[in-house]
């Protein structure tokens, strides 16, 4: 099987959103409108194409961005005091398919490359731990990250471990 990493399309939206929400509650439930206004605020919005089908997606956003996310206004401001900057991943979604491919490694290395290329300091990323997702903060441990704090989101439904990586240059 190959797997090729690009830039999302317009015609991607419609399987990203089916990923997206198979996902739950790993991610948002999102609707088509929401999706579409997220992508366009991110600096690197990529999809792997395995022979025309899209089988995972990364969302990132870079400082600055006028994104109403309570994740990534925890990162806006913690940057600030530190005095650095980061490249926020939104979301990544693999289909259930496709797991343990090392697709979502590719799309995180993917992903530092852009943040070292822009010169950030970190990448950074939140992760459910209620409702719990062993998987992805274990998959987040072995990508250099470490927990930089816990937020209570989505009006008390959701609680998240605010992570972050260094980037290399």
């Known amino acids: 099987m190959t797997i090729d990493l690009r830039p999302v399309h317009d015609a991607d939206l419609p399987a990203i959103l089916a990923l997206n929400n198979a996902a739950h509650p790993a991610v948002p439930v999102t609707d088509e409108s929401e999706l579409a206004e997220l992508v366009s605020l991110c600096s690197s919005a990529t999809v792997a194409d395995s022979n025309g089908r899209?089988?995972?997606?990364?969302?990132?956003?870079?400082?600055?961005?006028?994104?109403?996310?309570?994740?990534?206004?925890?990162?806006?401001?913690?940057?600030?005091?530190?005095?650095?900057?980061?490249?926020?991943?939104?979301?990544?979604?693999?289909?259930?398919?496709?797991?343990?491919?090392?697709?979502?490694?590719r799309l995180y290395e993917a992903a530092f490359v852009q943040a070292s290329r822009d010169g950030r300091d970190e990448v950074t990323c939140e992760v459910n731990i209620d409702p719990p997702n062993p998987e992805s903060l274990a998959f987040h441990e072995r990508m250099g990250f470490s927990r930089v704090g816990d937020q209570v989101t989505k009006g008390g439904a959701v609680v998240v471990a605010l992570m972050a990586a260094p980037v290399t240059r």
């Open 54 to 105: 899209v089988v995972a997606f990364l969302l990132a956003v870079d400082p600055g961005s006028d994104y109403a996310s309570e994740n990534y206004a925890f990162f806006s401001s913690r940057a600030e005091k530190a005095g650095n900057t980061f490249l926020y991943i939104d979301r990544i979604v693999v289909a259930d398919s496709s797991r343990g491919t090392g697709i979502g490694r």
